[in-house]
């Protein structure tokens, strides 16, 4: 026998809490259909204003926006630079200037755990990061958080590898013979 308005407001806002937590659900009228499936009859606005008293919000996860609770958010990973020192002392990476990007350059195929390394990370600086094969694309806004970053990435590198030398920046380049 379906539910109607009689069931309470609790009830359902825990079922969708429930729901939230168990599968990705990317839309309202999503939430509609599944609360449906166990006796809720709803309106998409009655779903609109519990996913706003639960404070819902959209987050990306594989590549689809899905809704997600604060608690939920608040369980992920907190930023760690872990996986970046790892990365920096495992991995010969050579970086590289090109106006405002910095193009960190290491072995084929390391490019995207790389970016996702510094997207975890405590480095904040960075407009994003954009991974190719072996190369990892670093955006900046400006001159001075370009060179507080690679100063940062700098010494997460001597850290990770003890005190040692850190990221290896632009190799000298031959003079070019005048005429």
């Known amino acids: 026998m379906p539910r109607t308005t009689r069931a309470t407001k ?15 659900i990317a839309s309202q009228d999503e939430f509609a259909r599944l609360l449906g499936e166990r006796g809720f009859d709803v309106t ?18 594989a590549d689809r926006h899905v809704y997600a609770s604060p608690d939920d958010l608040a369980s992920q990973p907190q930023e760690s630079d872990a996986a970046l ?13 090109s106006g405002l ?8 195929g390391t490019a995207s755990v790389i970016a996702e390394a510094i997207d975890h990370s405590s480095l904040h600086e960075q407009e994003g990061t954009l991974a190719g094969d072996n190369t990892v694309l670093v955006l900046f806004a400006d001159d001075e958080r370009l060179e507080r970053w ?5 010494a997460i590198r001597s850290r990770a590898l003890g005190g040692l030398p850190a990221v290896v920046r632009d190799p000298p380049r031959p003079p070019v013979a005048g005429p």
């Open 10 to 24: 609790r009830e359902r806002q825990r079922t969708m809490q429930e729901l939230v937590a168990r599968q990705p």
């Open 44 to 61: 998409q606005a009655t779903v609109s204003r519990d996913i706003a008293e639960l404070r819902l919000v959209k987050v990306v996860r």
């Open 85 to 97: 020192e790892r990365m920096l002392s495992d991995l010969p990476i050579v970086v590289r200037r």
């Open 101 to 108: 990007t910095l193009l960190l350059v290491s072995t084929p």
């Open 150 to 154: 690679r100063d940062r990435i700098e």
